[in-house]
């Protein structure tokens, strides 16, 4: 069954599922997110670089959340169109 969170819940469920994106991966410092008819990331940052294989595995580490996270909660797909994600540095 799905559970249907309000908006402020989904705003944070996004926020704590990126959150955890880039807690996963160090040398994640960000992505952009497109929505024609599926999602994709049209913008991948990494540091330091990684080879080819470490990529392919974080963009669909990263997808594999987005559609989680859109599962659970449809309204949540809005929050993502033509969003970038990245790495805050405190």
């Given at each position: 069954m799905k559970h249907r969170s309000?908006?402020?819940d989904f705003e944070a469920d996004l926020e704590a599922g990126i959150g955890a994106l880039f807690r996963r991966h160090p040398t994640l410092c960000?992505?952009?997110?497109?929505?024609?008819?599926e999602l994709f990331l049209s913008e991948l940052s990494v540091y330091p670089p990684n080879g080819p294989e470490a990529r392919?595995?974080?963009?669909?580490?990263?997808?594999t959340t987005l559609a989680r996270l859109i599962d659970e909660c449809p309204e949540t797909r809005a929050l993502l169109r033509e969003r970038?994600?990245?790495?805050i540095v405190h």
């Open positions: 309000s908006a402020p960000g992505f952009t997110v497109q929505d024609v008819s392919g595995y974080l963009q669909r580490d990263i997808l970038t994600f990245a790495r």
